[in-house]
């Protein structure tokens, strides 16, 4: 497929696989820039063209042109708001950028780091996430080597970046974290981004957002907790199960409801699935003490003896107080095993 070149008329080869969704171009007379849409095209395709001269940016022009109100107004829509939220949202030039445009995991029309920032714009289709921001911090490079017309605040301008693509890392890990339901690290980061750039209020947006949504989750999640607690109490053991496996939906990170999970499986003897909810709480907090102990019961009924052993020994030296996995310890020495 050919298309014609927007800045001389001429011809970019464009070579589309047949199972993707994007290509890559440039103009094969003049090597020109230009832009292409997709709404050109059929829409699963996301055209780009380029040139190989390197990259120059402006900063003064830059900056004065988005100070024209239409495109100001329009910009801050999605949360770019001034220049330096602009440069920071530079991730690569069009020759590290294209054959991972060709991939289609890295396009022209959707970029998770923009779209954390205007949660509208998640539904425009799912990304393979952790793929997509493993490229992302692969080609991300400094936008300052591109920057010219700086003037004497070129050593402000530059520490002013520098902190913000720092910031800008913590971001794109919190989007990980997001996309994985895991919202207590995605504040976590976060929290830290703003620390580094006090001054970028889609951070602090995207903070917000994020500590409601973990506010949300812990409190739908504990009122499942007691529930599901009393039903396995009461011996419902069925019931019980599908409200930890519930909860596990959207928190899947809950260790509570995994150790729900685990004490159901060994109630029923189904020691296999107990061990593997339990090695899960225990990857996730290895300081959790009541986790090793009942790990330990578990492979006590399995006569794994040498690591009921490893585990009973690792939750006393997490609490000593812990008279529980004392006496199972001595019981285990008692009978040599």
Not at 47 to 52: D, E, N, R, V
Request: aromatic share 8%; with cysteine; hydrophobic share 40%.
């Amino acid at each position: 497929m050919q298309i014609p070149c927007p800045t001389c008329g001429g011809t970019g080869q464009l070579i589309i696989p047949s199972t993707w969704h994007g290509a890559w171009a440039t103009c094969a007379t003049c090597h020109g820039t230009g832009n292409v849409f997709a709404s050109s095209y059929p829409t699963r395709y996301a055209l780009m063209i380029g040139s190989k001269t390197k990259l120059k940016i402006d900063f003064e022009v830059l900056r004065e042109e988005l100070e024209y109100p239409p495109v100001k107004e329009s910009l801050a829509e999605v949360g770019l708001d001034d220049v330096f939220t602009i440069l920071t949202s530079f991730i690569t030039d069009e020759t590290g950028i294209g054959e991972y445009v060709a991939d289609s995991l890295v396009n022209t029309d959707n970029h998770p780091y923009l779209a954390y920032y205007n949660p509208i714009q998640k539904g425009r289709g799912d990304l393979v996430v952790s793929k997509a921001l493993g490229i992302l911090t692969e080609l991300s490079l400094p936008v300052f080597p591109y920057l010219v017309n700086m003037g004497e605040a070129e050593t402000q301008i530059k520490t002013t970046l520098e902190n913000r693509s720092l910031a800008r890392s913590h971001v794109i890990q919190a989007i990980a974290y997001d996309h994985e339901l895991d919202f207590t690290n995605a504040v976590y980061e976060l929290e830290k981004a703003v620390v580094i750039d006090l001054e970028d209020r889609n951070i602090k947006n995207s903070l917000k957002l994020a500590r409601d949504k973990q506010s949300a989750q812990l409190e739908l999640a504990d009122s499942y907790h007691v529930q599901g607690a009393r039903l396995l109490q009461a011996g419902r053991l069925d019931e019980a199960i599908g409200v930890f496996r519930y909860v596990l939906q959207f928190y899947p990170k809950s260790m509570l409801a995994l150790y729900g999970l685990a004490t159901v499986h060994y109630t029923r003897g189904e020691y296999s699935q107990a061990v593997e909810e339990l090695t899960k709480v225990i990857e996730m907090d290895p300081g959790y003490a009541r986790a090793r102990y009942a790990l330990a019961l578990v492979r006590i009924k399995t006569e794994e003896y040498e690591d009921a052993r490893i585990q009973l020994e690792e939750a006393l030296r997490i609490d000593p107080d812990y008279e529980a996995a004392r006496t199972a310890l001595e019981n285990l020495k008692d009978t040599g095993r």
